[in-house]
């Protein structure tokens, strides 16, 4: 696919001053577009009430997440009616086109066919300890 994708969790630093340092279930993908042009996607999940979704290309920023203040406060803000050619245009995103990047992008890097479910639980890794079943 000619692309940099994610394998595993994706690991937050931080957002703004605000330390996060966790790892979370996620999508995250970097490739280019038929025209040669930059694309970036990512999903992560914190929960199935937590998670965010970023969609960059054309000089188009789409964001859409699981917080309705978050979604509601880019629909409010979008500039995409306003932008002048070149600027960037941020937009408010759906579910469906967060459903459709995370369904692709695990069919055609992962092989999965299944449909991604946004409130089912994240997937969790057994500790070491836990698969030796030391009983802790």
Do not use: C
Not at 33 to 40: K, L, R, T
Not at 61 to 71: A, D, G, H, R, V
Not at 82 to 95: I, N, S
Not at 97 to 125: C, H, M, Q
């Amino acid at each position: 696919h000619k692309a940099f994708y994610s394998e595993g969790t994706l690991g937050l630093s931080n957002i703004g001053r605000n330390d996060i340092n966790g790892a979370f279930e996620g999508f995250m993908e970097v490739r280019k577009n038929e025209d040669g042009s930059p694309v970036f996607n990512v999903f992560f999940k914190a929960s199935p009430e937590s998670w965010y979704f970023f969609s960059y290309e054309d000089n188009r920023l789409l964001m859409y997440s699981s917080n309705e203040q978050f979604n509601t406060t880019v629909a409010k803000k979008t500039n995409s009616g306003k932008a002048k050619v070149g600027e960037l245009v941020y937009v408010p995103a759906t579910e469906d086109e967060t459903l459709a990047f995370v369904n692709r992008f695990r069919r055609d890097y992962y092989g999965i066919e299944v449909p991604y479910n946004l409130s089912a639980g994240t997937a969790k890794k057994k500790s070491k300890k836990q698969d030796e079943g030391d009983g802790f």
